[in-house]
């Protein structure tokens, strides 16, 4: 729940970069 939490934040704030919050989510 929390990579999601994660991952939906960091899509919000990046907008385009939805690749980015990927990687980040895998990172994890």
């Known amino acids: ?3 999601i939490a994660r ?3 960091l899509i919000r ?3 385009t970069h939805a ?3 990927v ?3 895998k990172n994890i």
């Open 1 to 3: 729940m929390r990579i």
């Open 7 to 9: 991952s939906k934040i």
């Open 13 to 15: 704030f990046i907008g």
């Open 19 to 21: 690749e980015y919050d």
């Open 23 to 25: 990687i980040d989510a």
